[in-house]
Nanobody, 116 residues
Framework: QVRLVESGGGLVQAGESLRLSCVAS????????MGWYRQAPGKQRELVAT???????TYAHSVKGRFSISRDNAKNTVYLQMNSLEPEDAAVYYC??????????WGQGTRVTVSS
């Protein structure tokens, strides 16, 4: 099993920045994909960004140029640097871990609130 613990959420004003962290523990495979998703009230969960263990990244169009995903494989930690936050970015942000062996785990989420 893999346990994911997110941190770094909070309340910010529009235009400000936050950095989210997600630490994976347990049976973490060297080859995996970790990502951030978000879910706003009344909306479906949506992809924000993913990063492979080799460093390949994908981003949702809505966050390209503002958000940056990175990871420290030695610490089994993935980060999401969020700049120029907008009220539309307010959501609960979830971390996901997937590996080639069929594992798929989610964290409990961290809330981001952006005031205008």
């Amino acid at each position: 099993q893999v346990r994911l613990v997110e941190s770094g959420g909070g309340l910010v004003q529009a235009g400000e920045s936050l950095r989210l962290s997600c630490v994976a523990s347990g049976t973490v495979m060297s080859i995996n994909v970790m990502g951030w998703y978000r879910q706003a009230p009344g909306k479906q969960r949506e992809l924000v960004a993913t990063i492979t263990s080799g460093g390949g990244t994908t981003y949702a169009h809505s966050v390209k140029g503002r958000f940056s995903i990175s990871r420290d494989n030695a610490k089994n930690t993935v980060y999401l640097q969020m700049n120029s936050l907008e009220p539309e970015d307010a959501a609960v942000y979830y971390c996901e871990y997937k590996d080639p062996y069929g594992s798929d785990y989610w964290g409990q989420g961290t809330r981001v609130t952006v005031s205008s």
